[in-house]
T-cell receptor
Framework: AQTVTQSQPEMSVQEAETVTLSCTYD???????LFWYKQPPSRQMILVIR??????QNATENRFSVNFQKAAKSFSLKISDSQLGDAAMYFC??????????FGTGTRLQVFP | DTAVSQTPKYLVTQMGNDKSIKCEQN?????MYWYKQDSKKFLKIMFS???????INETVPNRFSPKSPDKAHLNLHINSLELGDSAVYFC???????????????FGAGTRLSVL
């Protein structure tokens, strides 16, 4: 069975600095998709970034980028120029084709001014 | 316009009661999901429907029954509520395109259920 592990329950960063959130997963599949979702205090689940496993190039979305290491089954999220509004729970998720999302346990990110 | 809407946002009820949570999506998606987020923030799939057909049922107690009157709606009925059912329930939807990264799941704002 596929599993997703986020080993950092909490992280903190100062405004304008860079922070990296870790995620590892376990799967025997070769084709799958990986996601980072953000959940602010409002509770809404917001997609931050996605990565197709067949693509070697790391995905980027403005200040958010990933380091996808397929052989190591690692999918970390880098947030550059951190802003106060980035404070939230961040969930790493795995999905194969049209199947369900399998989530990690989340990392709470605090941003200090 | 809200893409995936859930009602109510908050639900407080007594043990033993029966309650429903409604979900509607206006994205034209074929697939809808229910996820449960427990008190430790862990999110887990409960059900998935594709074009009104149940395709995922993750060993959820049969007190939970999803109902999909059409592909834009997926409601969750819970009978004989227990203390352990207290959680946040999220509805999500996606366009089921096989092998496509466009199959992004969009989430509703969640329903916080508190069973007293």
């Amino acid at each position: 069975a596929q599993t997703v592990t986020q080993s950092q329950p909490e992280m903190s960063v100062q405004e304008a600095e860079t922070v990296t959130l870790s995620c590892t997963y376990d799967t025997s599949e070769s084709d799958y998709y990986l996601f980072w979702y953000k959940q602010p205090p409002s509770r809404q689940m917001i997609l931050v970034i996605r990565q197709e496993a067949y693509k070697q190039q790391n995905a980027t979305e403005n200040r958010f980028s990933v380091n996808f290491q397929k052989a190591a089954k690692s999918f970390s999220l880098k947030i550059s120029d951190s802003q106060l509004g980035d404070a939230a729970m961040y969930f790493c998720a795995y999905r194969r084709d049209t199947d369900k999302l399998i989530f990690g346990t989340g990392t709470r990110l605090q941003v200090f001014p | 316009d809200t893409a995936v809407s859930q009602t109510p946002k908050y639900l407080v009820t007594q043990m033993g009661n029966d309650k429903s949570i409604k979900c509607e999506q206006n994205l034209g998606h074929d697939t809808m999901y229910w996820y449960k987020q427990d008190s430790k923030k862990f999110l887990k799939i409960m059900f998935s429907y594709n074009n009104k057909e149940l395709i995922i049922n993750e060993t959820v107690p049969n007190r939970f029954s999803p109902k999909s009157p059409d592909k834009a709606h997926l409601n969750l009925h819970i009978n004989s509520l227990e203390l352990g059912d207290s959680a946040v329930y999220f509805c999500a939807s996606s366009q089921a395109m096989m092998g496509s990264s466009l199959n992004i799941q969009y989430f509703g704002a969640g329903t916080r259920l508190s069973v007293l």
